[in-house]
């Protein structure tokens, strides 16, 4: 696969003019794409063939920086597999062997792996830190709200009468009309869904970083 994206790099002008910054809208393009074939249950080839444009992607955007003496595909293989060996000693030892026992819960898991990324990432005070800006503001929203809960602060609790409402979907179809009706709403006042919730997290993250005298938390 490297050697057909060099070869590619340099005898076919339109990947050879390829950048970082060109490939993003296609990298995401290709992401949403295996998304909906996961969500509207589409058939195994085309699952295949959309996780093969992700790879594409991945093995472009590599060429790229091995082009500038950086670093090539096999390294970002290499760093994966590093850093999934680092990051789960539930299971591997630091050699990369099976560990003898497991854990066994879900919960603990999470435990050691958000140990681990603290551990890593000591200089990270803000719990929020590395949220991708360009997440839709809906993704965005519930990001946030996870890592809060993991960070162990105390969000506010939902409107009673949102919450009761929420509480009566019995299926995420249902959330999704109500979700769709809220944007078809707002359309009518001439307002931007997505811009309004994103100023609704930003205020929410701004609100619970640390040093802020709004920013509860539990536990130790």
Same mark, same amino acid.
């Given at each position: 696969m490297a050697a057909r994206i060099a070869a590619l790099r340099e005898h076919c002008p339109w990947v050879g003019a390829l950048t970082h910054e060109s490939l993003v809208e296609y990298l995401l393009e290709e992401a949403f794409e295996v998304a909906e074939t996961i969500e509207t249950g589409a058939d195994e080839a085309e699952l295949r063939g959309e996780l093969g444009d992700v790879l594409l992607q991945v093995v472009l955007h590599a060429r790229l920086a091995e082009e500038r003496g950086s670093f090539g595909f096999d390294d970002v293989v290499q760093g994966l597999e590093s850093k999934l060996i680092r990051r789960n000693p539930h299971v591997f030892r630091p050699d990369g062997s099976l560990q003898d026992t497991f854990p066994a819960s879900v919960a603990? =898991?999470?435990?050691?792996?958000?140990?681990?990324?603290?551990? !890593?990432?000591? !200089?990270?005070?803000?719990?929020? !830190?590395? =949220?991708?800006?360009?997440?839709? *503001?809906?993704?965005?929203?519930?990001?946030?709200?996870?890592?809060?809960?993991? *960070?162990?602060?105390?969000?506010?609790?939902?409107?009673?009468?949102?919450?009761?409402?929420?509480? *009566?979907?019995?299926?995420?179809?249902?959330?999704?009309?109500?979700?769709?009706?809220?944007?078809?709403?707002?359309?009518?006042?001439?307002?931007?869904?997505?811009?309004?919730?994103?100023?609704?997290?930003?205020?929410?993250?701004?609100?619970?970083?640390?040093?802020?005298?709004?920013?509860?938390?539990?536990?130790?």
């Open positions: 603990e =898991i999470v435990r050691k792996w958000d140990s681990i990324k603290r551990a !890593e990432k000591q !200089e990270r005070g803000d719990p929020f !830190e590395g =949220i991708p800006q360009a997440l839709p *503001a809906l993704a965005r929203a519930q990001k946030s709200l996870d890592r809060a809960g993991r *960070a162990g602060i105390t969000a506010a609790a939902p409107v009673p009468s949102v919450g009761q409402l929420v509480g *009566a979907f019995a299926t995420e179809d249902e959330l999704g009309e109500f979700l769709f009706e809220l944007a078809a709403a707002a359309r009518t006042r001439d307002f931007d869904a997505e811009r309004a919730l994103r100023g609704a997290v930003r205020r929410y993250q701004d609100s619970h970083r640390p040093g802020h005298p709004a920013t509860p938390r539990t536990g130790s």
